[in-house]
């Protein structure tokens, strides 16, 4: 098995955990498929909603449990939208580090923002970004999320910001390559807020990245 493989099995294996039984340990997430992904050829990458295709759900499971659903027929007759950017850097044959921003929208303009930072993965074919976010705020304070069905009560035990976010995204395109631009639809992305420290989750999976540079060099 390559040692790149061995890092996606470890990180994968991470997030399977740090993810497992939402009732229990989510504050919230959300998933949204049909994105559209772009790398424009040399460090900048984007992941948008595209109206009329995108569609996904963001849930709550502690009490009051809700979910907010967003269907692609309709995704684009309000304000709801999705913007991802991020500057890569040390891109290599199957991995690069990736810092940016999230931002997604309900249908009315509220907002989930963060940061995030983590590393793509191309090993085993589709690239897949696995991260962290961290500074995650809803605006406005104590609003509901709401999608074109439900809603979603935004007020926790936990103040703001929340921290611990895990962030999966999905690109439908080919590895990338400098002074090579592309574009997919097809994206999709996980996110999973979790009320554990943010440097544990990075930790965890600095640890299989460094371990991966450090058998490179063994």
């Known amino acids: 098995m390559s040692k790149k493989i061995l890092l996606f099995t470890f990180i994968s294996a991470v997030i399977l955990c740090l ?81 940016g921003t999230i931002t997604f929208s309900d249908i009315h303009g509220d907002t989930i923002a963060a940061n995030l930072t983590g590393t793509w993965i191309g090993a085993t074919g589709l690239p897949i970004f696995y991260g962290k976010l961290t500074t995650v705020t809803h605006t406005p304070v104590a609003a509901t999320f709401d999608g074109h069905t439900g809603s979603v009560d935004m007020q926790f035990v936990q103040p703001q910001p929340w921290r611990g976010a895990i962030v999966q995204l999905v690109a439908t395109t080919n590895w990338f390559t400098p002074g090579v631009p592309l574009s997919s639809i097809g994206g999709s992305l996980d996110v999973s807020v979790v009320p554990v420290p943010a440097a544990v989750v990075l930790g965890i999976l600095g640890l299989g990245v460094a371990g991966l540079k450090l058998r490179k060099f063994a």
Request: aromatic share 8%; hydrophobic share 45%.
């Open 19 to 99: 993810s497992a039984a939402p009732a229990k340990a989510d504050l919230f997430g959300f998933h949204l498929g049909n994105l559209l992904v772009s790398y424009d050829g040399a460090v900048g990458l984007t992941s948008t909603s595209l109206a009329g295709l995108t569609s996904g759900s963001l849930y709550r499971n502690l009490p009051p449990a809700g979910t907010a659903q967003f269907s692609a027929p309709l995704w684009g007759t309000g304000a709801e939208s999705l913007l991802i950017n991020m500057t890569l850097s040390n891109i290599g044959a199957t991995t690069a580090d990736a810092a």
